[in-house]
């Protein structure tokens, strides 16, 4: 509105200016011929007898008065040879003012139709928004879980509503030895022990996480928003979760089950800013590992495939750095003939499930990885077989 209105002022001025001018000049134009009179162009005295004589006197005066008809047929020539361009200057003007004024009430409209249809678009996402919270809700209400299936320690009554959060963390803990030393020693026992938690509760449990994870995901694919407008709604997100919601959400991201779509996503918006991390598990250790989870992911799995050329893939994909598996399949004339068939089918399904998956990849990265598989099939068509150590790897990243 405030910039409708400077604009509307600023054109009202220039117009107001033309106005004077055009005004101006053709007063100018009116009077010239009255300083021709002054000037002894055309005698006053001889006017004044051309105007207000009778007839007989100007009849006595033939030369004189048609000296004063050629001076000011003079004096209209240059009036109406002037004026009229001058006119049709100002008209010019007056159209291109028009047109330009028309441009920018035109520009002004598309704008406002942009911002309501961006109002539309924010009220529609908030709509939906908004019955996505809603259902989480019915889901946490609807809840009912018998405790007791890990700790055997069984309560009277089912356990339901937020109040289960509290007991089921009670049943996560029961799970923990708590003697992991460092990092690696502490994923792979949350991997364990949310695995055996989980298989325990998930038909309880799994729709409220896999719900968040879809709450998440919604915020995070709309264009419309910026990261601003997304942090926000994740802090609405934030506000519902109660202090032990937010544990167990946080164990579920260090596992297999969370690891792969939910925890860059909850990275990535942090989550967890008002985390009690004194209630986790091992406080120092944990909070750690949810720090720096790829690298302590990639340093679990070495110890099982040292050598996997899948490996060195998913290590530069997790770091944005896929280049680096090129410089390892540059280094296949190298592998044994035996190999080569497994590290040729590691990658080919290791790309294939990355292009095919939810994973946040840039059109830049999607080329690259359709690139390096058109190399691979070209590569090995004739080696199509399949081992069971790649299956065993995309099993372990929960991939397939």
Excluded at 40 to 55: A, N, Q, R, T, V
Excluded at 196 to 201: D, G, I, N, P, T
Excluded at 282 to 287: G, I, V
Aim: hydrophobic share 40%.
């Amino acid at each position: 509105m405030k910039e409708t209105r400077r604009s509307g002022i600023g054109w009202g001025l220039l117009i107001s200016l033309l106005i004077v001018l055009g005004f101006g000049s053709l007063t100018l134009f009116y009077i010239i011929p009255f300083i021709f009179i002054q000037t002894d162009w055309i005698p006053l005295g001889d006017l004044k007898s051309f105007f207000f004589k009778s007839e007989g006197a100007i009849n006595n005066n033939d030369q004189s008065n048609s000296e004063i008809i050629g001076t000011l047929g003079t004096v209209g020539d240059w009036f109406g040879g002037t004026t009229l361009p001058v006119l049709t200057f100002l008209s010019y003007i007056g159209v291109m003012i028009a047109i330009i004024m028309q441009r920018q009430e035109l520009g002004l409209q598309r704008k406002e139709l942009q911002e309501t249809r961006d109002v539309f678009i924010i009220q529609r996402f908030e709509n939906t928004f908004f019955n996505m919270i809603t259902l989480n809700n019915d889901i946490i209400t609807n809840i009912k879980i018998d405790i007791g299936k890990i700790s055997n320690k069984s309560s009277h009554s089912p356990s339901s509503g937020r109040d289960s959060f509290s007991d089921l963390y009670t049943e996560l803990l029961s799970t923990f030895s708590g003697k992991g030393k460092d990092r690696k020693e502490v994923l792979e026992e949350i991997i364990n022990s949310y695995e055996l938690f989980f298989s325990a509760y998930q038909d309880s449990i799994g729709h409220y996480f896999r719900n968040l994870y879809r709450i998440t995901k919604f915020i995070h694919e709309n264009e419309a928003l910026s990261m601003d407008q997304k942090q926000n709604y994740i802090g609405i997100l934030r506000a519902q979760l109660s202090t032990y919601e937010l544990l167990l959400i946080f164990y579920n991201a260090l596992s297999d089950y969370g690891s792969e779509k939910f925890l860059p996503l909850i990275k990535k918006y942090n989550l967890f800013d008002n985390i009690n991390n004194t209630l986790l598990i091992n406080q120092k250790l944990d909070w750690e590992l949810y720090k720096n989870f790829e690298e302590t992911k990639i340093n679990l799995l070495k110890n099982e495939f040292e050598d996997s050329l899948i490996l060195a893939l998913y290590n530069s994909t997790a770091k944005g750095q896929i280049s680096g598996a090129i410089n390892k399949i540059s280094e296949l004339g190298s592998v044994p003939k035996d190999k080569k068939i497994n590290c040729l089918n590691d990658i080919s399904d290791m790309i294939k499930v990355l292009i095919e998956s939810d994973c946040v990849l840039s059109d830049y990265q999607i080329k690259l990885l359709n690139s390096i598989l058109i190399y691979i099939e070209n590569y090995g068509k004739e080696l199509g077989l399949k081992d069971d150590k790649s299956k065993k790897f995309l099993h372990k990243l929960k991939l397939q």
